[in-house]
C-alpha cells in the first residue's frame, strides 16, 4: 500500500477529530479502506484490522509503549511489532455447545457496540434466538477466541519486580493518539511557515520536513 501524504494525514484527522471512541476508530478504518456503508457491520477485530494497516502506512511498523507495572508501578518502555499485534485467527466454528445447548453465534460488531443498551443486550445480538444463562455465561469467551483481533493482549514481564502479566493494547487509542500529534506538529509548522513566509498549507507541505525544520529555524518559530 502506499505510504500516506501529510495532506492526506491531516484529512483523516480532521474527519475522526470531534468523535470518540467507536465512531472514531470507523472513521479511521473507512480512511483505511474500509468501505463507509459496511463498516458498523464487520466484526470489530475486521475493523480493527484496517486501523493496524493505517497506523503501518503512516508512521510504519514499529509500535513504541510505555507501560506501567501493576505490580510495583516502574515504568516499562518497550516496542512492539506489528506481527505481536496480530493473533493468530482461529477457524472455530460459530456455535457454541454448552450444559445441553448448541446456539449459533456471530462476532461482535461496532454497530453492536453503538447500539446495545446493555452488556446482555450486546450479547443477545449476536446469537439467534434465545439466550439460555448457562449460555450466556460462557459467550463472552466464545466471542473472544471466535475474534482474537478484537482483544489484543500482550504479554509482559517487569524487569525490575518480575511480575508478569497481560496487557490490553487498543489500536484506535493508540493510532489516534499518534495523528494527533502529528497532526497538531503539522498545523504549528503551517501556521508557522504562512505567517513568516506567506506561505499557503499545500506550499508548507510541499516542502520536504527537513527543509521545513530548517525554515522554521530561519524564522525563528521553532516549537
Ligand atoms: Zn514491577
Redesign the pocket.
Known sequence: MAAFTEASLLDVWEAAHGLSGVRRALALAVAAGAEPAGVGDLAVGRRDEFLLALRERCFGTAFPCLVD?P??G?ELELELSSRDLRPSQVDSAPVLAVAGYEVEFRAVTSRDVLEATSRRALLERCVAGELPEAVLAALPEALAAADPQADVRIELD?A??G?RWASPFDIAGYLWTELEARARRLLYDVHALALAYGWSEAEVLAVSPGRRRRYLELAGTVA
Open positions: 507495572c505490580s510495583c516502574a517487569c525490575v519486580c511480575h
